[in-house]
Structure formats: C-alpha cells, structure tokens
C-alpha cells in the first residue's frame, strides 16, 4: 500500500468520527425543543397548587349564588361566604357591604327555624343535624356582624335549645341506670334465694317439675291398726210418761203446704189503682225448709203484667212454719179497688 493510499484512509475516518461528533451534538440540542411546553417531571415535584379567584370571580360567584337563593347554604358555596372573602380584601367595599347587610336577616331566620326544629325532632340523631346547621349559619352571622344586637338574643336560644338536649338526654341516662340497677338487684335476689335453697337442701320448683307426678316410694311398711276403743254403753234415757208427753202436732196434709206464721197483702199499683183497674194474679213458690219463701213465679195474670210484680214481692214476705223439706204451692191474690 502506498503512503497516499494510507493518509487517504486516515482522512475519511477521521471525516467518519467528526461527522458522528457532530451528529450527537444536534441531537441534544434538539431534545429540549420538542419537549417544550410538557413540564419536566422532578423527583419530589407537587402539582401546582390551584390559583385563587380573583375578585371579579367572587363577585360572579356570590352574585350567582344570591340569584340562585343560595344565601347561607351549602357550606363554602353560597353568597355569605362568597361576600365575606370579597370583604377581606376589599374592607370598603360599599357594595359588598351592604350585600352582607341584606343578607343578615335572611340567616337569622335560618338559624331560628333549625332550632325549632331541632327542639321539635324526635329522633336524636335529626335533631343534632338541625343544630349542627344553626350553629354554623350563626357563625356566619358573628362574622358578618359580632356586634348586631339581635346576637345575644340568638345565642340565648341556641344554649336553652342544647341544655334542653342535655337535660334529656341525662334523663334518659338515669332511666338506663335505674333499670340496669332494678336488674342487678333482681338478679342478686334470685341468685341469694337460690344459694339458701341449696343451702337447706331444697331445689326450687319449676313448672315442668310441678306437672311430674309424685315418685311412688319403693317399699312401705305397713303397721297394725290399733284395737277400736270399746263402745261407751249408753245411758238409758228416761221416757216420758203418758202425763209429761209433749201434744202431738197437727198433721199437714200429704202434699198441703205448712202452716202460715205470717203473711203480707201486696201493694195495690198507683197507675191501677188511679185507673180502677182490677184483676188477680195466681203466683206459684216455693217453701223452704227453714219455713221462708224461696222460688217465686206468675202461673197466671188478668191483666197482664199490671199486679205480677206486686203479687211475687207479697208472696216473698210470708212465713211458714218450717217443713220436713221444701214444699210447693199456689196463691192467688185479687185486686179490686176501694177493698
């Protein structure tokens, strides 16, 4: 090889590495431009944080929320708060100002009604939600204006409203207690009958245990009788002679009824007797042993129902003397005016 052929080599390879050099560098000089605009993504980098509404914003939020009767309501998105971080910014601000001012009443009212509500609820858990809500529509109005007189008086309500709420709610606490305390004493008076039960060596009854029959005892031993006492040999009674002999009775009749002893004549109805009207009543009863009138009823009447009543209450009041055993018979009692 000749020594032009050699430094022709040298020349292109050294043609070959400038190029490549060269070609390199373009490269890295090209990257960043096509990446541009794409934010370069750094180890431990946040995401920027999201810009703040300027004031033309919160006065378009705040206008809209008050057209949209978004007054106080929902927490961070109604015209209140809105008007509020207007008023950080802009102290004087007239319009603004006198936003809150127009505003103030219309929470007012809201936090009224969430108390009466709250006292008016009866489930806990709904009325400590309509408190929750007064209590942060109230912190609005003391940031509005801590100074409004119409405050205090507010703020006097909301603490009656959570004493009333305390107060119930210890009361119901003292109910739990009393009857966890009934309960503990009622299980200490059992478990004390019990262990005296055991102590003297009786079971309690059950119920089961009061339907099982009685056990049969397995072996019983019987005993002699003793002799029966000798008969008491009684002492002749004396019989009355002929002369000391009480009189015999009269003999009743088979079947007759006793003797009377007393008898009663019954009472002449006023509406009858006003009217002359007459007639009788055949009323059969009943003699007892013991010589009164028990069973008393109308066999017969003409007219009817007008001395029934009359008949069987003069019946009831006579006296017999007393039978051997209940008798019947019939009585038949007339009614005539002027007798």
Same mark, same amino acid.
Not at 145 to 151: E, H, I, T
Not at 213 to 227: D, H, K, N
Not at 293 to 306: D, F, I, Q, W
């Given at each position: 090889?000749?020594?032009?052929?050699?430094?022709?080599?040298?020349?292109?390879?050294?043609?070959?590495?400038? %190029?490549?050099?060269?070609?390199?560098?373009?490269?890295?000089?090209?990257?960043?431009?096509?990446?541009?605009?794409?934010?370069?993504?750094?180890?431990?980098?946040?995401?920027?944080?999201?810009?703040?509404?300027? &004031?033309? !914003?919160?006065?378009?939020?705040?206008?809209?929320?008050?057209?949209?009767?978004?007054?106080?309501?929902?927490?961070?998105?109604?015209?209140?708060?809105?008007?509020?971080?207007?008023?950080?910014?802009?102290?004087?601000?007239?319009?603004?100002?006198?936003?809150?001012? &127009?505003?103030?009443?219309?929470?007012?009212?809201?936090?009224?009604?969430?108390?009466?509500?709250?006292?008016?609820?009866?489930?806990?858990?709904?009325?400590?939600?309509?408190?929750?809500?007064?209590?942060?529509?109230?912190?609005?109005?003391?940031?509005? &204006?801590?100074?409004?007189?119409?405050?205090?008086?507010?703020?006097?309500?909301?603490?009656?409203? %959570?004493?009333? !709420?305390?107060?119930?709610?210890?009361?119901?606490?003292?109910?739990?207690?009393?009857?966890?305390?009934?309960?503990?004493?009622?299980?200490?008076?059992?478990?004390?009958?019990?262990?005296?039960?055991?102590?003297?060596?009786?079971?309690?009854?059950?119920?089961?245990?009061?339907?099982?029959?009685?056990?049969?005892?397995?072996?019983?031993?019987?005993?002699? %009788?003793?002799?029966?006492?000798?008969?008491?040999?009684?002492?002749?009674?004396?019989?009355?002679? !002929?002369?000391?002999?009480?009189?015999?009775?009269?003999?009743?009749?088979?079947?007759?009824?006793?003797?009377?002893?007393?008898?009663?004549?019954? &009472?002449?109805?006023?509406?009858?007797?006003?009217?002359?009207?007459?007639?009788?009543?055949?009323?059969?009863?009943?003699?007892?042993?013991?010589?009164?009138?028990?069973?008393?009823?109308?066999?017969?009447?003409?007219?009817?129902?007008?001395?029934?009543?009359?008949?069987?209450?003069?019946?009831?009041?006579?006296?017999?003397?007393?039978? %051997? !055993?209940?008798?019947?018979?019939?009585?038949?009692?007339?009614?005539?005016?002027?007798?």
């Amino acid at each position: 090889m000749t020594q032009q052929s050699v430094f022709w080599r040298r020349t292109a390879l050294t043609l070959a590495i400038v %190029a490549g050099v060269a070609l390199a560098a373009c490269s890295k000089k090209e990257e960043p431009a096509t990446t541009a605009g794409a934010p370069t993504a750094t180890p431990g980098a946040s995401a920027p944080a999201a810009p703040v509404s300027t &004031d033309a !914003e919160l006065r378009t939020k705040a206008q809209t929320a008050e057209r949209e009767q978004r007054l106080y309501a929902p927490a961070g998105d109604n015209a209140i708060e809105y008007y509020l971080a207007l008023r950080e910014r802009q102290p004087n601000d007239t319009l603004v100002n006198n936003a809150l001012t &127009d505003l103030f009443p219309y929470a007012m009212t809201a936090t009224e009604q969430n108390l009466q509500k709250a006292g008016a609820a009866t489930d806990p858990a709904q009325a400590q939600t309509y408190r929750t809500e007064a209590a942060r529509i109230f912190a609005l109005l003391e940031r509005v &204006d801590k100074n409004a007189p119409s405050l205090p008086r507010l703020r006097d309500t909301m603490q009656k409203v %959570a004493s009333a !709420e305390l107060k119930t709610q210890q009361d119901e606490a003292k109910k739990a207690q009393d009857l966890l305390t009934k309960q503990t004493e009622a299980a200490k008076t059992a478990a004390a009958a019990a262990a005296a039960q055991r102590a003297t060596g009786t079971q309690p009854t059950t119920a089961s245990q009061a339907n099982q029959p009685e056990p049969v005892p397995q072996q019983t031993v019987s005993r002699p %009788a003793p002799p029966p006492p000798a008969p008491v040999q009684a002492r002749p009674q004396p019989q009355p002679t !002929e002369a000391e002999a009480p009189p015999p009775k009269p003999a009743r009749p088979a079947g007759g009824l006793p003797n009377v002893i007393s008898s009663a004549q019954p &009472d002449y109805p006023r509406e009858a007797l006003r009217d002359g009207v007459s007639g009788e009543v055949t009323v059969a009863f009943t003699v007892n042993a013991d010589g009164s009138v028990g069973a008393a009823n109308v066999v017969s009447s003409n007219p009817r129902n007008v001395f029934d009543r009359a008949a069987v209450a003069a019946i009831k009041k006579w006296r017999f003397e007393a039978p %051997a !055993e209940p008798v019947t018979g019939r009585r038949t009692f007339s009614f005539t005016p002027g007798q």
